[in-house]
């Protein structure tokens, strides 16, 4: 036969539920803790090489910076604008041989009406549109008239301005009118 007997003063108390309840809170508070900590450090990492791309990129734009100062410093120079200004009269002679003179002439031969000349033509390209400014030579008024209709006519010829009329002074010239005119001429 057993006993009980109680020595104590105070009941005996069991503190399972208390410990049981604050480990499983603590082993939550833990599981927190580790989730946090790697969500810690995966941004440190990604955060780090982002700076070292970010620290890489500005020591690229500092390069190209240094060569830009160059280059601008380079191109800057009097001997290298004297080159470069030739460079662009020199294509623009390029582009003038390169106009199309023949297919010009054929197409003025077909308007160009009896009495009227040619005496000039002057090319320009202007973009992707050649304009031309021609000075043409006619007999009479009906010539030119006769050539002016002609020339609004045309499919190669558009946005025609006449930008003067002039008449000879002296008697000896077989142009009676002298017409400046500037036209877009198609070359296609």
Known sequence: MKVRLNLSTSPLVSNRRFTLWTSVLGGVGLVFLLVL?????????????FRARQGALQGEVMTLERQRQSLSTFFEDADNVKRRQRAAYLNSLIQQRAFPWIKIFMDLEEILPDGARVVSIEPKLVGDDVQLK?????????SKLKFLKALEKSAQFSHIQLLSETRPVRPEQSDRV???????YSVI
Do not use: F
């Open 37 to 49: 900590s790697q969500r810690a450090y995966s941004t440190w990492s990604s955060d780090k090489s």
């Open 134 to 142: 021609v000075l043409v030579g006619a007999a009479s008024d009906e």
């Open 178 to 184: 002298m017409l400046e005119l500037q036209a877009q």
